[in-house]
């Protein structure tokens, strides 16, 4: 075992949090910090090309490629779960849409207990990591490491979808993330210039010269060094090498909601007997590691397009494409730079709910799934997922080994809510396809298709060909009951000298899309951790 030295911090994981949590640990040069990442550099360019994303799902050299277990309400089948696996983590193949989630998500988690956590108290956090292109205002900050930026340019389909959701009823709205989340517009995107800006580019790049600040890529870490119940270090295997580091301070895991709880099991914090079962030994029995499992269920309309101005269009023609490649390189426009959700819309599937429970992404591609190629017809997409599912799952180790998956299982459509919203965020699809704005575009509805017309075949639909929108969340949550795994300032009850800052925390999924969330909760964390030091 090669021992590597010792550190203040150990933060594992440079993911959405990991990066901000390195960054800003590090500032002022009085602590030393060690990054630990699985994965390697963000080298490959489909990184840095936003709609690259579209050839990560399927790159083992940058992404975990989990699956889930059998879903009983999907049919048994295995879905899919994408986690990066590089320096900025699934911020460095995600689909760069910038939403927050709603105001009420957070008062909730206030309500809760966690004291510090409402809307009024995380607002400056995402004001202080933005850098909205926009300009600051009452929601926006800006000269923040995260640059947020409008899409490059319209499109008419787009621009269709949104002027065909006023005329089904929804409002118009150009700032998901501003007063109100609800209607229907553009999204804004984490990026800068046409170019991806993950976590890696946005706050680790600027501080990667730091003298304090030590990275280490291809570094799996294969668990924590506990001593009685304190966290004192970190093992990890890079290559065929085994090492180990010391914390002074803390260790930090910024592993994902699939890594972080399964350290904390195979280091023997966990459900007790879970760990028993395959020879952990306890050390801390915490039920609440790897339970509340929260992910979003996305189906999928794809309509076929009466003109072909689709990007399915752009990609069969050699001609087309050169112009897309040029456009890019000389203008940083066009395809190349469209995120996973080009236009979109939060809506409500009752007007009788308070709040909108039903998100859409509207691509102007189509595919059968993500990551497969585009379809020989002009076509595109629009995706609707259920903002807050009741449906709760869990995340287990499967063996003592580090480097086998646990078994990951969402636990889609368990109850009634989630499969009436989820019906009847498609209705609500389907309404907005059919009104004049989109008459010169959607010529037909390939899937689900006209016959899938009742309620028990769209649920049937759902069934067959639901998948994620990669949001798995809230498998190390934050709470005081005994459910809970980390305290209000993300501490893991029972255990000293250890936290857990990443989208595990959350202690019900946000309504929308995961990281900007994440970036906030870092930026929290790292405040958190700095006062706390300061403090002995
Ligand atoms: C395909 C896809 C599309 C998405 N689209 C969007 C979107 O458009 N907008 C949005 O807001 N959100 C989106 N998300 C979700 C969002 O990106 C994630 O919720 C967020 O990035 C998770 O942040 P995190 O810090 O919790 O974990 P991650 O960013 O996943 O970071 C965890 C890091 O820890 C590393 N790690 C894990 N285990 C170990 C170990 N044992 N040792 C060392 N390192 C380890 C991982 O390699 C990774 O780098 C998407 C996600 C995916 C996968």
Redesign the pocket.
């Known amino acids: 075992m090669r021992e590597f030295g010792a550190f203040d911090y150990i933060i ?7 990066c901000v949590l390195a960054n800003r640990l590090s500032a002022d040069g009085q602590y030393k910090v060690l990054l ?4 390697g550099e963000d080298s490959n360019p489909w990184i840095h090309i936003p709609l690259g ?1 579209g050839k990560l ?1 399927v790159d083992p050299k940058v992404n ?1 490629m989990f699956q889930t277990t059998p879903q009983p309400g999907l049919n048994d089948r295995r879905i899919s779960q ?5 320096l900025g ?3 460095s ?7 927050r989630g709603q105001k009420e998500d957070f008062d909730a988690w206030r309500r809760l207990g966690n004291v510090g956590w409402s809307h009024d108290d995380v607002l400056p956090y995402f004001r202080k990591a933005e850098d909205q292109a926009r300009g600051a205002d009452a929601f926006h900050g800006q000269g923040g490491p995260l640059p947020v930026s409008d899409q490059a340019e319209p499109h008419p389909l787009c621009d269709a979808f949104i002027a065909a959701a006023q005329e089904a009823g929804h409002p118009r709205n150009d700032d998901f993330n501003g007063a109100t989340q609800e209607g229907a517009g553009y999204y804004q995107t984490t990026s800068r210039r046409g170019l991806r800006a993950s976590s890696a580019v946005a706050y680790l790049r600027p501080a990667r010269r730091r003298s304090n600040l030590t990275v280490v890529t291809r ?3 294969t668990g924590l060094v506990l001593e009685g119940r304190r966290a004192v270090g970190v093992e ?1 295997r890079r290559d065929r090498e085994l090492a180990r580091a010391t914390a002074g301070g803390e260790v930090i895991l ?4 699939i ?1 972080s709880p399964q ?1 904390l099991q195979l280091s023997g914090i966990g459900p007790g007997d879970l760990l028993t079962a395959y020879g952990v030994r306890v050390i801390h029995d915490l039920p609440g590691v790897g339970a509340d499992l929260q992910d979003h269920l996305q189906v999928r309309m794809v309509l076929r397009c009466a003109q072909p101005i689709t990007f399915n269009d752009d990609m069969r023609s050699p001609w087309r494409m050169a112009g897309v490649g040029l456009k890019f390189a000389l203008q940083r426009r066009g395809p190349l730079t469209v ?3 080009y236009a979109g819309a939060f809506l409500k599937t009752d007007p009788a709910v308070a709040l909108p429970d039903t998100q859409i992404h509207f691509i102007n591609f189509s595919t059968t799934k993500m990551g497969d190629k585009l379809h020989a017809f002009s076509g595109f997409t629009a995706s609707s997922c259920q903002l807050r599912p009741e449906s709760r799952g869990t995340l287990k180790i499967v063996s003592p080994d ?1 480097f086998t998956p646990p078994a990951i299982d969402p636990n889609y459509l368990a109850t009634e809510t989630d499969r009436r919203v989820t019906v009847g965020g498609l209705k609500v699809l389907r309404d907005i396809m059919r009104q004049p704005a989109m008459l010169p575009f959607a010529e037909s509805e390939v899937e689900p298709g006209l016959d899938c017309a009742s309620d028990d075949q769209l649920l049937a639909y759902c069934r067959e060909r639901g998948s994620t929108i ?2 798995p ?1 809230c498998t190390a949550r934050m709470g005081s009951d005994p459910g809970a795994v980390v305290d209000k300032r993300l501490k893991v009850h029972g255990i000293a000298g250890l936290r857990v800052v ?3 925390i959350m202690p019900s999924v946000l309504s929308g ?4 969330g ?1 970036v906030m909760i870092a930026e929290k964390a790292a405040d958190m951790i700095l006062e706390d030091a300061r403090a002995v």
């Not at 193949?93 to 939403?99: A, E, F, R, S």
Request: charged share 5%.
């Open positions: 594992v994981g440079a993911g959405s949090a990991g630990l990442e699985a994965g994303y799902f975990w994408p986690r990066g696996k590089v983590g699934s911020s193949i995600n689909g760069l849409v910038y939403v570094a799996h870490a990890w910024a592993a994902g909601a890594g350290l995120s996973a959700g580090p990669y949001h969340t990443d989208g595990s899309n995961t990281h900007a994440i």
